[in-house]
């Protein structure tokens, strides 16, 4: 157990526990093509409302022109860090079918399955760090996405990093303790 595991009041499969966000991420690792295909299948089998699956992702590995695109989309307080991973995916929800028809559900199913591929990639022994401090227009305009495809998020992966390539300012954060509100502030009613 390292001193990030979360201490749950109940046991948590490992993997959930050992989860957790860095912001240094090792600079010699990278993906070669296709090596992250386990965990975008972990995103794939997620459920989703009537099966919709409206998850779509923009892999990019650190030296792509892409990569170098969504870099530039972060908001000053990721771009900081973020170019430190290997990978980065932006998340996009499908909000529309093919009809034109709302997708209530896209945000929430794409949460989910963004879920399992952090999930899946810890798993793998790999670190993800999600992101919503990003320009939304900015990956728009640059992926070229219409109305129908929102990019929510944006996953920062790879491994593990040392600590000495962080500001002090990130370095404290990255040290200071996991905290979480009590299971019993989360349960509204418990019958
Ligand atoms: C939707 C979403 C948006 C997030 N946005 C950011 C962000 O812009 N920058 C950042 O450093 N962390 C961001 N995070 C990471 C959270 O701060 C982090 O998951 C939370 O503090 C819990 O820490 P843990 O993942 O290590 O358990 C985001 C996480 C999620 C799920």
Do not use: C, K
Request: charged share 25%; net charge negative.
């Amino acid at each position: 157990m390292t001193p990030r595991t979360a201490q749950t009041s109940a046991p948590v499969l490992d993997t959930l526990a050992e989860r957790w966000s860095p912001r240094s991420f090792d600079t010699e690792h990278t993906f070669p093509e296709g090596a992250l295909r386990g965990v975008l299948e972990a995103a794939r089998w997620a459920p989703s409302a009537n099966n919709s699956q409206p998850w779509r992702f923009i892999v990019a590995r650190r030296g792509s022109a892409s990569f170098a695109r969504i870099e530039g989309a972060l908001a000053g307080f990721n771009r900081e860090w973020a170019g430190l991973a290997a990978a980065l995916i932006v998340n996009v929800a499908e909000v529309e079918d093919a009809e034109g028809g709302p997708r209530p559900w896209a945000e929430y199913d794409l949460g989910q399955a963004v879920a399992h591929l952090s999930v899946q990639a810890h798993a793998e022994g790999f670190h993800t760090h999600q992101m919503g401090g990003f320009d939304r227009e900015a990956i728009r305009a640059v992926f070229d996405l219409d109305e129908r495809l929102r990019p929510v998020s944006i996953t920062a992966i790879g491994l593990l990093g040392g600590l000495e390539q962080l500001s002090d300012t990130l370095r404290e954060r990255e040290a200071a303790p996991r905290t979480r509100l009590t299971l019993e502030d989360l349960i509204l009613v418990r019958d």
